[in-house]
């Protein structure tokens, strides 16, 4: 099975709903590393890596939403493989999970 790495952008109703608890929760339901951040502009937005199989199954999860939150739509982008050992850059990780919430810095 492939590994992959998507960015992701989910616009809606998305930020103060608990959408990023959700975003957490069913990436690490699915054994999915990564990140999710709110975004000035009112959207979330984040980093997902794991297997490819996986990964469909978290963005359906990330078109649905929250049971609060109503997506209007979600970017979905591949990207690069994150290297061994290679940090998520300015953003630092309020959990010990592996999908974390980041904090960030605008």
Known sequence: MSVKRYAFT???Y???VFFR???RD???ALSISGFVRNL???SVAGEAE???DKLEEFRKKLEQGSDMSTVQKVEWDE????KEGEGQGYMKANSSDRFSIARTYY
Do not use: D, L, M, Y
């Open 79 to 82: 990207i690069e493989i994150r």
């Open 21 to 23: 608890k959700f975003t």
């Open 40 to 42: 000035p502009n009112g």
């Open 50 to 52: 794991g297997p490819s």
């Open 10 to 12: 989910v616009h809606g």
């Open 26 to 28: 069913s990436a690490n």
């Open 14 to 16: 998305v930020q103060g």
